[in-house]
């Protein structure tokens, strides 16, 4: 499907792209690279870990977790599609990204992004039936149930996105091919475009509000449904319990969800032409969710807490 998207249609795309850094801060890349150094690590480490986990330990195969699953690979898959190119243009000043490459790495952006944001839906929902109806949580969502939200998460993400590629390729490029970012984002590359980009706009403005706005009114629908149901728990110890097993999931919304919508804001409404200020919130929202995820679930849900302080005790030696 990809291979259909990356054919060579149009003799005015070129064949290379690249990447600006940070503007103004070209001088201090490599103290910048630190921070993103280490945030990679964590997201590798973390997530990597949490995988680890959810498949080897059978009491974590419930739906929380299966989701969970999914959200740290997603990360794992951001993380992977986007650092490694920003080091390497920190380090080495290699800016350079062929065109099929900068296409690749739009469409994992844009397509893990949206399953991100579905994923956080899933458990806004597995939160909701969990809590406000807790007798039938393990009728409700099956296995087979659980499964099919999975497949909807990475069928909705592709589809939304599956795109973005080919829309940017249809341009003609005849100015700068030099894109103001640390990595290929589907605007940031169609203003580069010296043509009608019309199309492009509205279909970008048209899945940024769907997944935005449309994933947050459901979470915050379903997260006023929590609310009301834990405000008649008979006692502050149930309130508190019920509270506790959402903190760790709104922690990580706010991390992916805060980012973004300044991420977008500034890119609608901020000065045409990037700024460093710009380009670091636009490279914390594809670096903060993974980073923090796994550190968030790791403090906050115990089940993880317990297996993973487990798996780090040294087994005891039967002297026997």
Known sequence: MITIILSNNSHHFPHTFFLAGIPGLTAAHIWISLPFCFMFFLAVTGNGVLLFLIRTEHSLHQPMFFFL?????????????????MLAIFWFGATAISSHSCLFQMFFIHAFSAMESGVLVAMAVDRFVAICNPLHYATILTPVVVAKIGGLVVLRGVGLTISFPSLARRLSYCGSHTIA??????????????????????????????????DVAFIAYSYGQIVRT???????????????????????????????????????????????????????????????????????????????????????????
């Open 181 to 214: 970012y640390t990595y290929c984002e589907h605007m940031a590359v169609v203003k580069l475009a010296c043509g009608a980009t019309t199309v492009d706009n509205l279909y970008a403005f048209a899945v940024a509000i769907f997944l935005g706005v449309g």
């Open 230 to 320: 834990v405000i008649h728990f008979p006692s502050p110890e149930a309130r508190a319990k019920a509270g506790s097993t959402c903190t760790a999931h709104v922690c990580v919304i706010l991390f992916f969800y805060g980012p973004g919508f300044l991420s977008v804001v500034m890119q609608r409404f901020g000065p045409p032409t990037a700024s460093a200020a710009k380009v670091i919130l636009a490279n914390l929202y594809l670096l903060f969710p993974p980073a923090l995820d796994p550190i968030v679930y790791g403090v906050k849900t115990k089940q993880i807490r317990e297996q993973l302080l487990k798996m780090l005790r040294p087994k005891q030696i039967d002297p026997t």
């Open 69 to 85: 699953a999914m959200l740290s690979f997603v990360d794992l898959v951001l993380s992977l599609s986007t650092l490694p190119k």
